[in-house]
């Protein structure tokens, strides 16, 4: 691990050099990621069910992968538009907010990184390369189509950061300061922020507005830029461990023994867990 190497981006760049395979040569270099994958006969290859669950349109007929020439994917195309939309609106926010240090927002850029391709791909670095790092989600259960926004934006970008040297993952990184506006003024966030309207139980929606909070305070913490990682340290840090505090998952334990959890209850286990770990 290259931890101290002083040319690096940052600390992306050192666990990124032992990532997982890409071939930069294909039409859709994501594929190259189930590679990974072992098969049950010479002639099936089976996939985890969490893969199967979370990127179907990859895994589907993926034995007559090498004939594909494009995969389309409605629900992710059209968390593309959205996530785009909502980084163009608290662009314009910010705008009227006066913000320093604001680049001018590059519409085309942004369509051009979230792409179905790239989210596929980006989703699939972080379940293979950096969920061991970053064990933020509960894999099996994880759904791009039912995730919160933020939460979707924040692993998304965290696979582009640990997905150089392609293009478009090196374009995400002029949307990072943008996306961090966006998940620390989204609207949940602000809510538990007020704290007197805060659930007595977390909600699914406040796990996942703070598990995009950490993730992008993750991942600009990792980039070597001065006035970056001191705005995450003074602002947005402490905001952060005040709305940790607010929502109650401080103060979450299981309700039954762990012996009396049944099948039924896999749900409730799970947002449980989530809350306390």
């Not at 662009?91 to 907010?97: K, N």
């Not at 320093?100 to 927002?105: A, D, E, Q």
């Not at 966006?182 to 538990?192: A, E, G, K």
């Amino acid at each position: 691990m290259k931890f101290t190497d002083p040319s690096a981006f940052g600390t992306s760049e050192a666990i990124e050099g032992e990532g997982f395979p890409r071939d930069q040569s294909s039409d859709m270099p994501w594929l190259s990621m189930l590679d990974w994958l072992e098969p049950t006969s010479e002639n099936e290859a089976s996939y985890a069910p969490w893969l199967t669950a979370l990127l179907p349109s990859v895994t589907t007929g993926f034995s007559e992968a090498s004939s594909l020439k494009s995969i389309s994917s409605p629900v992710l195309s059209k968390r593309g538009e959205e996530l785009v939309a909502q980084l163009s609106e608290t662009h314009q926010a910010m705008a009227l907010r006066n913000a320093t240090y604001l680049p001018g927002f590059d519409i085309s850029l942004a369509k051009s990184v979230f792409t179905v391709t790239n989210l596929e791909y980006f989703l699939g670095v972080y379940a293979y390369s950096i969920r061991s790092y970053h064990p933020i989600l509960h894999i099996p259960t994880f759904s791009y189509e039912q995730a919160s926004l933020p939460l979707f934006l924040a692993i998304i970008l965290l696979g582009a950061l640990y997905s150089p040297p392609m293009d478009h993952a090196v374009s995400a990184r002029l949307f990072f300061h943008i996306s961090e506006e966006y998940i620390f003024n989204h609207p949940t966030f602000r809510q538990l922020l007020l704290g007197s309207n805060t659930p007595k139980e977390p909600t699914i929606e406040t796990i996942e507005i703070l598990q995009a909070a950490l993730t992008i305070l993750v991942i600009q913490s990792s980039i070597n830029n001065q006035s970056t990682r001191r705005r995450i340290r003074v602002e947005k840090i402490p905001l952060f461990n005040a709305a940790v505090r607010l929502s109650g998952v401080l103060r979450m334990k299981h309700r039954i023994s762990m012996t009396d959890y049944t099948a039924k209850d896999w749900t409730l286990f799970v947002h449980y867990e989530s809350c306390i770990r």
